[in-house]
C-alpha cells in the first residue's frame, strides 16, 4: 500500500503571504492543516477563505516546534509536508513520499529556490552543526570570512543542488517527516521554543538512531525566507537564536565542547556590545547584548553538569 502523504503550515502573522502557500498545497494535496501561533494579524482569517484546510488556532505562541507537535497529532498521514507559510510548491510532493517510503529513512527534503529561481545554497541543506561552526557563528567569523573551510562545510556550500542524495539537515521549511519516525522520537523537542533549532535537534536524533534523510532536488519549492523572524525585534530574536544554540550544544555536546560554545558566545556578545557603545548605540540594542551575556556566563560555569544531565535525559527518551 503507497503511504499517504498531509502538509503541516505553521503560521505567525503570515497574512501576507499564506494565500499562495495553501493554493499550491492545495493543488497537490488532500490533507493541509494550518497552525497558528495566536497571529495579530488577518492571518486566521486568510486561512478560512479555504475550503479543505484545517485551522488549529492557538490562544498563544507555543512556538513552532510546539504547533509542528500539534499538527502531526492531528493528522493520520504516513509523512507528513511541514511547508513554511513564505513557501510554494511549484512540483509535486510524490517524490519526497516515496523517499519517506525507504528503508530506515526519517525525513526527505526538495530543492529551495528564491523568487529569481536561485537555489537557497547555505539554507536548503546544512550538516550537522559542530562545536567549531557554532563557535565561529557565535564569535562572527562565518561572517565575515564565508568561504572558511569550516562555514562551507557546515552551510554545505559545496553542494550540487541538482544531485539527489543522503543528507544531514535540510530546513525544515520544506520537509518530509515520516509519521512513525516522529513518534518513536517523541516529536519536537518543545523547548526549543519559539524557534531556531529544533528541526536541527530532531534530525540529529534521527540520524543517531541511524535514520537517513534524504535530498530530492526534482521536489521544488519557492521560498521567500524570513517573513515571520522579520517582525520579531532584533532583540528578542537574538535572544533566541543564543539560548537555542546553547541549548542545542547543551544536548549534543560533551561538556569540554558546551564549554567552548558558551565562551565564544560570551565573547561575541562582549565584543558586540563594545562595538555598539563606541558606535554611540543606545537602549534596546545595547539590551539585547546584556540578555547574551549572563546567558552564555551560566552555560559557560555550569557546562559540566549540564551536559552530564542533558545526555542522560536523551538517552532516556530515545526508546
Not at 298 to 308: D, I, M, Q, T, Y
Amino acid at each position: 500500500m503507497n503511504p499517504t502523504s498531509a502538509v503541516a503550515i505553521v503560521t505567525y502573522n503570515s497574512a501576507a503571504c499564506i494565500g499562495g502557500c495553501l493554493e499550491s498545497a492545495l493543488a497537490r494535496c488532500r490533507q493541509v492543516v494550518v497552525v497558528d501561533n495566536a497571529s495579530e494579524d488577518q492571518t486566521r482569517q486568510q486561512v478560512a477563505r479555504y475550503r479543505g484546510v484545517r485551522l488549529i488556532a492557538n490562544h498563544t505562541n507555543r512556538g513552532f516546534a510546539g504547533a509542528v507537535n500539534q499538527a502531526m497529532a492531528a493528522l493520520q498521514a504516513d509523512c507528513v509536508l511541514l511547508l513554511n507559510p513564505d513557501a510554494e510548491l511549484l512540483t509535486e510532493i510524490e517524490p519526497l513520499t516515496e523517499a519517506c517510503a525507504e528503508p530506515d529513512v526519517a525525513a526527505a527534503a526538495g530543492k529551495l529556490v528564491d523568487g529569481q529561481g536561485r537555489v537557497q545554497l547555505g539554507f536548503n541543506v546544512r550538516s550537522f552543526p559542530g562545536p567549531t561552526a557554532l563557535a565561529f557563528e557565535a564569535l562572527g567569523v562565518n561572517r565575515l570570512f564565508p568561504f572558511n573551510p569550516v562555514n562551507r562545510r557546515y552551510r554545505r556550500l559545496d553542494l550540487d543542488p541538482d544531485r539527489p542524495g543522503e543528507v544531514e539537515q535540510p530546513a525544515a521549511a520544506y520537509l518530509m517527516i515520516r509519521r512513525e519516525v516522529w513518534k518513536r522520537l517523541g516529536g519536537f523537542d518543545e523547548r526549543f521554543h519559539p524557534l531556531f533549532f529544533e528541526e536541527v535537534d530532531f534530525l540529529a536524533r534521527a540520524a543517531r538512531l541511524g535514520y537517513r534523510i534524504r535530498y530530492v532536488p526534482s521536489a521544488v519549492a519557492r521560498h521567500q525566507g524570513g517573513h515571520s523572524v522579520r517582525a520579531l525585534p532584533r532583540t528578542k530574536l537574538r535572544q533566541y537564536w543564543y539560548t537555542n544554540l546553547l541549548r542545542y550544544a547543551e544536548k549534543h555536546f560533551g561538556r569540554g565542547a558546551l564549554a567552548v560554545v558558551a565562551a565564544a558566545v560570551l565573547l561575541g556578545a562582549i565584543a558586540r556590545m563594545g562595538t555598539s557603545l563606541l558606535a554611540g548605540e543606545r537602549g534596546a540594542e545595547l539590551a539585547g547584548h546584556s540578555k547574551v551575556i549572563p546567558l552564555a556566563a551560566k552555560f559557560l560555569v555550569s557546562a559540566p553538569s549540564r551536559a552530564e544531565a542533558a545526555r542522560s535525559a536523551a538517552a532516556g527518551s530515545v526508546g
